[in-house]
């Protein structure tokens, strides 16, 4: 893992194309503020690990078990 420190009003380039800038730090707490094109998908980790779970059990002999009693 690559750590850098910022400070407010400071930024980050990632891959040419995304910037990421610090807004503002209050006590434990940092605003982030990303640039990047809008078919670069964001999302906290904690919302990217749910989708993945989602998209796991949708695909699971479980879930295509449902799927199949929904086209009956």
């Known amino acids: 893992m690559l750590?850098?420190?910022r400070k407010?009003?400071?930024s980050?380039?990632?891959s040419n194309n995304i910037?990421?800038?610090i807004l503002d730090i209050k006590g434990d707490?940092?605003?982030?503020?990303i640039s990047a094109?809008?078919?670069v998908p964001i999302y906290r980790k904690e919302v990217y690990l749910q989708i993945q779970d989602s998209n796991k059990n949708a695909?699971?002999?479980?879930?295509?078990a449902g799927l199949k009693d929904l086209l009956k």
């Open 3 to 5: 750590t850098l420190s």
């Open 8 to 10: 407010k009003n400071e």
């Open 12 to 14: 980050l380039i990632v």
């Open 19 to 21: 910037e990421v800038t």
């Open 29 to 33: 707490q940092v605003k982030v503020g």
């Open 37 to 39: 094109p809008k078919e």
């Open 59 to 64: 695909t699971s002999v479980e879930g295509l």
